[in-house]
């Protein structure tokens, strides 16, 4: 048998026969062959379209079908519902003749599957505002419907929060509270004041730290601060595994597209048109958006031919140019981390009860969402003039921005626990911080409560903000572009566009404070999950209300990947911070464990209960052979995927290269045949 | 079980349940939606599989189709004529199959489907054409057309012959990471 040309690459394979136009002769009758349509792979479409198709061979299709495997649900197969319907009278008749055990089990299947489908119907209806969503999603396409959607996720996970706390932190707290310790009467007069800072009233309820004394639970194994521990580790667990099985699901995804998926016009042909739209004018929007990326992508081809063809002195001038624009970048980075210090130093430098200092408790908040709303733009403007291709510069913004809100929070942490006294790991050199410690040792009764404050200001300013901008920034803009639409401040204001992008990170953020907080200020899921309820209220309002439906949606399942991460990576930084934090807080002052030295001393107890092997079990766990076997384990068990993963993806060229020949092979040997027909009927 | 409903026997509807992704109470809605497209035209009782056939100009102007370009090769797609005329039953399994319960590897093969204007097996370039036309309401000029055509041909093209085979076609659409989100119409 003639073998093409042995140069096999993926996308084409190079054949002698296959520049052939479809114009030829050639290609009309090969469609046309008896054997073609005998073929399983044209049986499997309707019957209808193949005219070639005689009726005897009709029959055998139908009696083909017989054989179909049982097990696959009847819904799954791709013939018409005539056919299924026939298909499914015929298996009941099979019943009849099969034994009943068998019939039995089929029909056991069917109901389990019934049954599970049934179960999970009623879990996605439990979801809330479907409707809403799936209005949204044929208004602002698949987008803005996934900022929705991950923002009903980490409501849902914030309830879950709400449960774990309420359940073993806050009920035993509540239940066998001991003799309270209040003497003094609680300050009403300053009740709102104390609802935005955290102070006065608000430190002696259930919000804070404090609260959780020892009460009257007291074995040594079931007691309140051991509850209370178990509490906050299982939410940081649960958090790792829901997260990282989210994350690594959706990168299995975009792994699973290859490495040639950059611009990829087939997709966008193919799977760009939203069956889902109802209305003319996100229709005609998104005809419109098809039109400007597939421009976009032609734009990008042309690119990178310019890209290829640029010389050695234009590849150092945009060298140079990238590096001065990157150390910008850097320059706003670090000029926006001195502000959020000098902040912080103002903020410290005023401990007296005016107004005035209310309003500079915000300030640090303050100062970190304007670099936040303001350096993302900015970063978006700089790397336009960086001469990347579209997809490089949207990735590269996100990255920034990310990096800008992820290390201006950590900074902030880091700064506020400088600032606050002689930490001995925020010692540089030799020069000694000498930031007033002694003033703070006085007033400070319980510095757990002043960390869980800070981290309850931040979550309120999110909250205040997210009215700020929907009511004083997008109705306004809305209002004024609808009722003067001629004037030049509407024309050079434009229309709102939900940046997808922007919000994402904000949620990002604020789920990271509360991760940071939760252990300090325990209510703090509860805060954060009515914030969630009320944001989402005000975001559809922006949305629906204020928003033009946005000109540059971005892929969903690639950018999603990038926000699950993202929050992995805040849960991470929550975790490091927590650990720092309990080491460096003397316990003593406050909350359930005061009295002892360390946080986990409160386990000391129950272990001296448990009997010798448990005791030697966990001290051996605990020990550092241990913790190296198990890291040893870990780079096996990782080196075997790995090397599992390159044979897969080696397997799957393989399997692409066998798929092309086996095309050219079916497409030669049909010629083949119709050749030899021909000449067997040609001597008549 | 609490409403006593004469539209289908429960025979029948059970074969619906089995054979598309709905369920009892969502095939009586669809059947309330066909019976809407031509109220003179489809009985409420189809107890006894009445042959009644809607034309596709009542079907494309339901509001899930209405502003979809593609709409008259979908109904195409699922009408046993070709010609575009639903029965229920092809109705029915028109919505199963772009439902959000029904596999990839399903929708692939109506997808192909649809997108082959000459129905001859093969996505070839006046296919192509004819696609990203309808997508982009004839806003690109003819050169983009080109363009674009050549590069998705050459993008998913396996065996080399300048047209896309349902093989083709499948191991392309199976990497879109976009494609069981947007090609899903609720109903």
């Known amino acids: 048998m003639e073998r093409e040309d042995k140069t096999i690459t993926f996308q084409r ?32 479409h309707r019957r209808a379209h193949a005219d070639d198709i005689t009726h005897d061979q009709n029959e055998r299709l139908r009696l083909d079908r017989i054989c179909w495997n049982p097990n696959v649900p009847l819904r799954n197969l791709p013939v018409c519902l005539q056919d299924k319907r026939d298909i499914r009278d015929r298996q009941h008749l099979q019943k009849r003749s099969i034994g009943s055990w068998d019939a039995w089990r089929r029909s056991q299947q069917t109901t389990r599957r019934r049954l599970k489908e049934q179960v999970g119907r009623a879990v996605s209806g439990l979801l809330p505002w479907r409707h809403m969503i799936h209005r949204i999603e044929g208004q602002f396409g698949v987008g803005v419907k996934a900022y929705f959607v991950f923002l009903r996720y980490l409501l849902g996970l914030n309830l879950l929060y709400c449960v774990i706390i309420g359940g073993s932190v806050l009920v035993p707290t509540l239940v066998y509270r001991g003799e309270s310790t209040e003497t ?77 998926f950059s611009s990829n016009l ?45 010389t050695l002195t234009q590849w150092v001038r945009l060298v140079l140019f990238r590096i001065l624009l990157n150390l910008a970048v850097l320059c706003l980075l670090t000029g926006s981390f001195m502000l959020i210090y000098y902040a912080i130093h103002l903020q410290q430098s005023c401990t007296d009860e005016s107004t005035e200092c209310v309003m500079l408790k ?55 626990i400088c600032a606050d006294k002689d930490y001995q790991f925020c010692q540089f050199g030799q020069k000694k911080n000498t930031l007033k410690p002694s003033q703070h040792n006085s007033t400070i009764l319980c510095e757990e409560n002043e960390f869980g404050k800070e981290m309850y200001k931040l979550t309120i300013f999110n ?56 252990f300090y200020c325990p209510l703090l899921p509860a805060i954060s999950t009515l914030r969630l309820l009320i944001l989402y209220y005000i975001k559809k309002f922006t949305v629906m209300r204020c928003c033009a439906p946005a000109q540059r949606m971005f892929r969903t399942a690639s950018s999603s990947v990038l926000f699950h991460f993202t929050l992995l990576l805040g849960l991470f930084m929550s975790v490091v911070t927590l650990v720092v934090n309990i080491n460096r807080f003397n316990p003593g002052g406050c909350g359930p464990f005061n009295g ?65 020949m086996c095309s050219s092979d079916k497409r030669f040997l049909v010629k083949q045949h119709s050749t030899i027909m021909r000449r067997r009927q040609r001597p008549r | 079980m609490g409403n006593k409903q004469t539209i289908f026997t429960d025979e029948q509807l059970d074969a619906y349940q089995d054979c598309t992704f709905f369920t009892r109470k969502e095939i009586l809605r669809l059947h309330g939606r066909y019976h809407e497209l031509a109220p003179h035209l489809v009985p409420m009782d189809y107890t006894n599989d009445p042959d009644v056939k809607v034309p596709l100009a009542l079907i494309v102007n339901m509001p899930e189709l209405k502003e979809n370009p593609f709409r008259n090769r979908i109904v195409e ?104 989100s947007t090609f899903h119409i609720r109903i």
Not at chain 1, 13 to 40: A, H, R, V
Not at chain 1, 500 to 509: A, E, F, K, S
Not at chain 2, 91 to 110: C, G, N, Q, T
Not at chain 2, 159 to 174: H, P, R, T, W
């Open chain 1, 13 to 44: 394979l190079l054949s002698d026969e296959s520049y052939s136009s479809d114009l030829s002769s050639d290609s009309c009758e090969y469609y046309q062959t008896e054997i073609f349509g005998l073929l399983p792979s044209t049986q499997t």
């Open chain 1, 184 to 260: 003094q009467n609680p300050d009403w007069s300053s009740l709102y004041k104390d609802m935005f800072v955290g102070s006065g009233v608000l430190e002696k309820t259930a919000v804070f730290h404090s609260f959780y004394t020892r009460g009257s639970l007291n074995g040594a194994c079931l007691n309140t601060p051991l509850l209370f521990l178990l509490g906050m580790v299982s939410i940081i667990f649960l958090s790792i595994i829901m997260l990282v099985r989210r994350t690594v699901v959706g990168y299995k995804h975009s792994w699973i597209t290859g490495k040639h």
């Open chain 1, 266 to 310: 087939s997709y966008k042909v193919f799977s760009g048109w939203d069956f889902s739209i109802q209305s003319p004018q996100a229709a005609s929007l998104k005809q419109n958006f098809t039109r400007n990326e597939l421009k976009m992508d032609l734009e990008e081809q042309a690119f990178h031919a310019r890209v290829k063809q640029r």
């Open chain 1, 362 to 416: 915000y300030l640090p908040p303050i100062t970190m969402t304007l670099i936040n709303i303001a350096l993302p733009r900015i970063f978006t403007k700089i790397s336009e003039f960086e001469d990347y291709s579209l997809t490089i510069q949207l990735n590269l913004t996100l990255i920034r921005s990310i990096f800008l809100k992820l290390a201006s929070l950590s900074i902030y942490l880091f700064f506020f």
């Open chain 1, 463 to 518: 909250l205040l903000e997210g009215f700020f901008s929907a009511f004083c920034v997008a109705y306004p803009r809305t209002f004024l572009v609808e009722k003067f639409p001629s004037s030049r401040l509407a024309q050079i204001l434009g229309n709102n566009q939900f940046e997808i992008t922007l919000n994402v990170l904000d949620l990002v953020n604020s789920q990271t404070v509360m991760w940071v907080g939760v």
């Open chain 1, 596 to 660: 002892t030295r360390t946080v986990f001393d409160v386990t000391n107890d129950c272990k001296e209960m448990l009997p010798n092997w448990a005791k030697s079990t966990i001290s051996y766990i605990s020990s550092e052979a241990f913790a190296f076997t198990l890291i040893l384990a870990e780079v096996v068990i990782l080196t075997s995927y790995v090397s599992r993963g390159r044979a897969n993806r080696k397997t799957i060229e393989r399997l692409k290269d066998m798929l092309v």
């Open chain 2, 77 to 180: 797609s699922f009408s046993e004529d070709g010609q575009g005329n639903l029965s229920f039953n092809d109705f029915v399994d028109m919505f199963s199959v772009l439902s959000e319960m029904a596999p990839r590897e399903l929708k692939a093969i109506y997808a192909f489907k649809i997108y082959d204007f000459n129905v001859d097996n093969y996505i070839c370039k006046e296919d192509l054409e004819k696609t990203l036309n309808k997508l982009t309401k004839e806003e690109l000029t003819p050169e983009e057309v080109n363009l674009v055509c050549e590069k998705a041909i050459e993008e998913a093209d396996l065996d080399g012959d300048n047209k896309l085979s349902f093989a083709d076609f499948e191991n392309m659409i199976s990497r879109a990471p976009d494609f069981l």
